[in-house]
């Protein structure tokens, strides 16, 4: 997988990857931060599936935490690899589509899903933030396959 630790902040990967360290931080005012603060899109492969409006980030986050605890799910960790696409236009946007992996354990057992992640991004002037995004479950099996332990 590749780092986008060292992305300048022109970069609209630059919020992508503030989104993916602060989720691995467990960073919540970070993963906000990592968001426009206007309305937001959220597609995810977790219920209800879709969030939006202007608390489409904490509503998501509350969902997510619930699925989480339900689950059983520890030790998790969100990794991106290059981009398959990425765009900009002259009015400040990007699209940016890239390979996923969530690794974790769920009541113990090492699980990964695959996907490829879209995000739409705007520049504002705080830099590149998210309007929205969506987890595109790529593995073409039921959410959470086992893996072995390596």
Not at 21 to 36: F, N, P, R, S, T
Not at 69 to 87: C, H, M, N, W
Request: aromatic share 10%.
């Amino acid at each position: 997988m590749t780092s986008f630790s060292s992305v300048p902040p022109s970069d609209p990967m630059s919020a992508v990857e503030a989104f993916r360290a602060a989720i691995a931080e467990g960073d919540i005012k970070g993963i906000a931060q990592a968001h426009v603060e206007d309305a937001v899109t959220i597609i995810d492969s977790i219920s209800p599936f879709i969030w939006s409006g202007p608390a489409a980030v904490s509503n998501w986050m509350s969902s997510l935490t619930l699925h989480v605890e339900r689950q059983g799910i520890r030790d998790g960790s969100v990794f991106y690899d290059a981009p398959i696409t990425k765009l900009t236009d002259r009015n400040h946007q990007a699209y940016v589509a890239l390979p996923a992996i969530w690794s974790y354990r769920a009541k113990g057992i090492a699980m990964r899903d695959t996907a490829m992640v879209a995000f739409a991004l705007r520049q504002t002037p705080a830099g590149w933030k998210i309007a929205g995004w969506s987890w595109n479950q790529s593995n073409g099996r039921r959410f959470g396959c086992p893996i072995p332990d390596v």
